[in-house]
C-alpha cells in the first residue's frame, strides 16, 4: 500500500498579510499626546544688545526648594506639598500689603483698564536627587495656585471661569495674573567639592 502525503498549507503569503495587519494597527491607532510643562521663556536677545544685569527686589522673589529627601521648602519655612498653593496665593497676592511680600504695579490692561499686578517671582531649585514624583506634585501645585488665582478674577469680573470666557478676556486676566515661575538648575547638593 503507498502511503498517502498530506499537502502543506502554502505559507509564503503569511509575512504580507502579517505586514499589513502591522501597518493597519499603526495607522489607525492614536498614541497618546504628551503635554509638557508651560513655561514663558525670556525672548532671544537682540545681537547688538548689551547685557544688563536685571536687579528684581528680593522681596518680590520666593525660593521653592526640593531636597534629595523630597522635603518641600517655600521661603526658610519645611511644609507638606499640600500647604504650598496656599503660600503661593498669599504671595502673589499679597493681600495685607506686607513690606515682606512682593510689591504691586498698577499696569493698565487693554480691555480692562487699571489694576495691580505682582511683581511676584516663583524661583523653582530642585535636587538632583528629588524624585520625579515630588518634582511633577510641586509643579502642580504651583500651577493650581496660578490658575485658583485666575479663577478667582474671572469669577468676579466676569462671572465665569477662566476656562468659559472668551479668548480676549482669557489674555486680560493672563495680564493681570502672570505666571512667573523662574527653574534653576538642579544641583548636588549632597556633592562634596
Known sequence: MASKKTPGINSSSTADIAFLLLCYFLMTTTMGSQTGLSRRLPPMPEKDQKVEDQKVNRRNIIMVRINSQDRL???NELMETSQLKDKIKEFLTNPLDDPNLPEKEVKDIEGYGKYPV???VIALQNDRGTSYRAYIEVQNELVRAINELR???SYRNYHKSFE???KD???IVKKAIPQNISEAE???VGKRR
Open 73 to 75: 521648602f517655600a521661603g
Open 151 to 153: 479663577d478667582e478674577f
Open 118 to 120: 505682582s511683581k511676584g
Open 164 to 166: 468659559n470666557i472668551t
Open 186 to 188: 538642579p544641583k548636588d
Open 169 to 171: 478676556q482669557q489674555e
